[in-house]
């Protein structure tokens, strides 16, 4: 049977990263022999030879696990590469959690970069869990806050017709947060994956489908830490400096993070995965352009009349 990312002997890993030593790495320079050439690149000189099978590797080989470390594409996958805890069963679901938002919040060079192969549904399971608590949160603050005001109206002119409208708005919010969020937090993962893949791909990324769905499902961890902040969003004045930090934050992080997949799982040089990272978030910026020129237009066109 052939070994799983992280596997030796038949084990299985139960921490954030699944390691196995492997023989030492081959000597830099001259010890893959004169005029060798790379087994995976063979229009590249070798460079060295790699640490776990013998192979000769490139420098285009060298450095995707560790800079300091050589192994060629077939190998370096299992060898040092990180498994995510919300795909090991061996873990409780608490720990599941916790484990996985602290790995790729605290580490997201070595989380996204070593990242192992898993299994792509269980990645989008993690994102739409997410969702989900963030809805149950904005269920509970804002059917409390329909709930207050339907409470008010009633005390002031009695349980009427107005009464009744806010309060069944009051329980709307209550059970469609929940459903709108997992919603949402599947379309934010597809919207951050198409461009995502598609331009690592374009620029020579060797990364599948199912890594780049992975990963960007993964960068959906925010939802997780923004869960206090919810709350404080709401505070007057306050709450939109504050929404301001946070999508900086994850602006920022939805590029580290899929900048340091592209260079560790596609393959790609630091141009290319600089390009591949930003092709979400200019695809972003680019559609909220379009609306706010759309909304602005149709803003103007109506005053006209």
């Known amino acids: ?32 022999g004169f005029g060798a050439r790379c087994g995976t690149h063979p229009e ?17 080989c060298i450095g995707h696990v560790d800079p300091t470390e050589s192994y060629c594409l077939a190998c370096a996958p299992r060898v040092r590469s990180v498994v995510i805890p919300w795909e090991n069963e061996e873990l409780s679901f608490r720990r599941r959690v916790i484990d996985t938002t ?18 792509a549904i269980r990645a989008v399971l993690f994102a739409v869990l997410g969702g989900l608590l963030q809805g149950v949160v904005m269920a509970f603050l804002y059917g409390a806050l329909f709930g207050c005001m339907a409470g008010a109206t009633a005390l002031e002119s009695g349980f009427g017709e107005e009464a009744g409208i806010t309060a069944g708005l009051a329980v709307g919010m209550v059970l469609a947060a929940p ?24 620029l020579g990324g060797e990364g599948d489908a199912s890594a780049s769905l992975r990963a960007a499902a993964y960068t959906q961890v925010l939802q ?7 709350v404080l969003q709401q505070i007057p004045l306050i709450g939109i400096m504050i929404s301001m930090t946070m999508l900086a934050y994850v602006t920022g992080y939805i590029a580290y993070a899929l900048y340091n997949h592209a260079l560790g799982v596609h393959r790609l040089e630091g141009g290319p995965a600089m390009a591949a990272a930003a092709a979400p978030i200019v695809l972003a910026v680019g559609a909220f352009a379009v609306v706010f020129i759309a909304a602005l237009a149709l803003v103007m066109s109506m005053s006209q009349l």
Not at 5 to 30: L, M, V, Y
Not at 179 to 198: A, D, E, K, Q, R
Request: aromatic letters at 10%; glycine letters at 14%; proline letters at 6%.
């Open 179 to 202: 459903i709108m969020t997992m919603v949402v937090s599947v379309t934010y993962v597809l919207f951050i994956f198409v461009p995502y893949h598609v331009t690592a791909r374009a």
């Open 44 to 60: 590249a000189l070798a460079a060295a030879t790699c640490g776990r099978c013998g192979t000769y590797v490139c420098e285009r």
């Open 1 to 32: 049977m052939e070994e799983g990312p992280g596997d030796q002997g038949g084990g299985q890993a139960t921490g954030w990263e699944a390691g196995q030593p492997g023989a030492e790495p081959g000597a830099q320079s001259g010890a893959a």
């Open 224 to 230: 997780f830490v923004m869960l206090p902040f919810i």
């Open 102 to 119: 602290l790995l790729l919040v605290k580490e997201p060079a070595r989380a996204y970069g070593r990242m192992a192969e898993g299994s």
